[in-house]
């Protein structure tokens, strides 16, 4: 009889992970059992705890790099960087998420069930307090993409897939205001997140059918299994090559990479604001974390034949993201479009088969989380009566009845647009110079140009903001509150810092870039 050994876990390493969950369980347990009007300050402070405290234990334990669970967690360099990148950019979203003074009553609808344009509706977007639940959900995504990054095989790098992305899809339905627009946006992400999942999981199964007939080795999806078997396994490459395809479509829909980004612009301007940035910032950081892992670990072997697919599909990537952008009249959708342009040049530092193209995408990656947020914080505050004023043809004027706000929100455009002495210089830098030294020359081309592009809607609202006479419809400034500032000073606080002295995130980066194989 055989005797069953159960996998060693180190908890410890497990730290960070298991606090979020808990927090969000516990979480559950506050929404039943506080009082209503005590709910939002609790939930909040619960939820900072936990990402805080999570953050301390990667931190005390950043020298770890082992392989726990039954190997199917890998606590390494680059798992230690993204958690840390994660928890610091989600409690900036979290700040934005527990602010209740830029409107009353919060982002967030007060009862998700009540029905869109009802009587209802109008009653509860005139102040009454938004829904608490948002934040164990928010938990629950943060804990999912930690486990997300850290996922040593296929098969748990899928439930993390849908751990995160389940709770996403309810917070993007939740805003106060537009309540169909944002209905809608979160059942196009659920659907077509549906799909995504499926053809992730279709290609778990085609690799472990192409691990299947390794000599000496059990089949498997964990990634010492598929590295052996892309080398080694007697089994049709035409199983590999499939598998591969359609588990880049899983992790390039969240990335928001084209041809897989169509959700993307619809579910940036629906969904509640606060929730846009941190999809935004923590979603992306989460997503190529995953594709890191996967195609640097588990399919080395063949980057011969998948780079060629995936530098096409970044360079498309850009090309829509840049092209579009131009032809957007809603900030929101200017800034998912841009996200996308993003996403295109972080698959240019993916593909470079190099120690410094890993590190220059963790480091773009932060430095973009910091500058997207801040752009969303600002957007929370540009209102009318209605809302938030997102129309671009409403910011016309907005320097001359709002110029620091303006100017922060300049500020923050001309880094997304690669300007020097901004992080979006450092970043471009950081993923372009790895990839030239890799003969990749291509990709690094059409950046340039696709940045060159990029520039041209940045640059319209600043002209916009600046150059233009304020006008009736020219909407106001909120100021903001104590979260919304808070968020806001930290996001450009590291936007200027990571392009004036990058050199401490870069070392960081560096020394961290190196997987447990």
């Known amino acids: 009889m055989t005797?069953?050994?159960?996998?060693?876990?180190?908890?410890?390493?497990?730290?960070?992970?298991?606090?979020?969950?808990?927090?969000?369980?516990?979480?559950?347990?506050?929404?039943?059992?506080?009082?209503?009007?005590?709910?939002?300050?609790?939930?909040?402070?619960?939820?900072?705890?936990?990402?805080?405290?999570?953050?301390?234990?990667?931190?005390?334990?950043?020298?770890?790099?082992l392989l726990t669970a039954g190997q199917a967690i890998a606590v390494d360099g680059p798992t230690?960087?993204?958690?840390?990148?994660?928890?610091?950019?989600?409690?900036?979203?979290?700040?934005?998420?527990?602010?209740?003074s830029v409107e009353r009553g919060g982002a967030f609808v007060a009862h998700a069930a009540v029905t869109a344009e009802s009587l209802d509706d109008r009653r509860q977007a005139e102040g009454v307090s938004g829904t608490t639940e948002v934040y164990p959900l928010a938990t629950f995504a943060i804990g999912g993409m930690l486990i997300f990054v850290a996922a040593n095989d296929l098969l748990t790098m899928f439930i993390a897939l849908e751990v995160f992305s389940l709770p996403l899809y309810l917070l993007c339905a939740l805003a106060r205001r537009r309540r169909l627009l944002s209905q809608e946006a979160a059942m196009k992400y659920f659907m077509l997140g549906a799909y995504a999942s499926a053809f992730f999981l279709f290609?778990?199964?085609?690799?472990?059918?192409?691990?299947?007939?390794?000599?000496?080795?059990?089949?498997?999806?964990?990634?010492?299994?598929?590295?052996?078997?892309?080398?080694?396994?007697?089994?049709?490459?035409?199983?590999?090559?499939?598998?591969?395809?359609?588990?880049?479509?899983?992790?390039?829909?969240?990335?928001?990479?084209?041809?897989?980004?169509?959700?993307?612009?619809?579910?940036?301007?629906g969904a509640p604001t606060p929730v846009t940035g941190f999809m935004a910032a923590c979603t992306k950081v989460a997503a190529f974390g995953a594709l890191l892992r996967v195609f640097h670990v588990a399919f080395s072997g063949a980057a011969w034949d998948f780079t060629p697919v995936l530098g096409a599909v970044a360079v498309l990537t850009m090309l829509v993201g840049a092209v579009l952008a131009v032809t957007q009249t809603d900030i929101k959708r200017l800034l998912a479009y841009s996200s996308i342009a993003n996403a295109g040049y972080l698959l240019v530092g993916v593909l470079a088969p190099s120690k410094d193209g890993l590190s220059g995408t963790m480091f773009y990656l932060v430095a973009y989380g910091f500058s997207v947020l801040a752009a969303f914080a600002v957007v929370t505050l540009v209102r009318d009566a209605d809302g938030e004023a997102t129309h671009l043809s409403r910011w016309a004027g907005l320097g001359r009845r709002s110029p620091f706000f303006a100017a922060i929100f300049t500020f923050i455009l001309l880094a997304f647009a690669g300007i020097p002495l901004t992080s979006g210089f450092?970043?471009?830098?950081?993923?372009?110079?790895?990839?030239?030294?890799?003969?990749?020359?291509?990709?690094?081309?059409?950046?340039?140009?696709?940045?060159?592009?990029?520039?041209?809607?940045?640059?319209?609202?600043?002209?916009?903001?600046?150059?233009?006479?304020?006008?009736?419809?020219?909407?106001?400034?909120?100021?903001?509150?104590?979260?919304?500032?808070?968020?806001?000073?930290?996001?450009?606080?590291?936007?200027?810092?990571?392009?004036?002295?990058?050199?401490?995130?870069?070392?960081l980066a560096n020394g961290a870039a190196e997987f447990v194989r």
């Open 80 to 100: 230690l960087f993204l958690q840390g990148s994660i928890l610091i950019l989600a409690a900036m979203a979290l700040l934005l998420i527990g602010e209740r």
């Open 426 to 507: 450092t970043s471009k830098f950081a993923v372009f110079a790895p990839a030239l030294d890799a003969d990749q020359a291509w990709l690094v081309i059409a950046g340039v140009l696709t940045s060159m592009v990029l520039a041209f809607p940045y640059l319209r609202v600043v002209v916009m903001m600046w150059l233009s006479e304020p006008g009736d419809a020219t909407p106001t400034v909120t100021v903001p509150g104590a979260l919304t500032s808070a968020a806001l000073v930290i996001g450009v606080l590291a936007t200027l810092v990571l392009g004036v002295a990058p050199a401490p995130l870069l070392d």
């Open 203 to 269: 290609g778990v199964a085609l690799i472990y059918g192409f691990t299947s007939g390794i000599p000496g080795r059990v089949a498997g999806v964990d990634f010492a299994t598929v590295h052996a078997a892309v080398t080694d396994s007697p089994a049709s490459p035409v199983l590999l090559f499939a598998g591969m395809a359609l588990l880049a479509i899983g992790l390039l829909f969240k990335a928001a990479a084209a041809p897989f980004h169509v959700w993307t612009p619809d579910v940036y301007q």
């Open 3 to 65: 005797e069953l050994k159960l996998p060693s876990i180190d908890y410890a390493a497990l730290a960070p992970i298991l606090i979020m969950l808990g927090a969000a369980l516990v979480g559950v347990l506050v929404e039943a059992f506080v009082p209503r009007r005590r709910r939002n300050a609790v939930q909040l402070a619960l939820a900072l705890v936990a990402v805080l405290a999570a953050l301390t234990m990667v931190i005390l334990h950043a020298d770890d790099r």
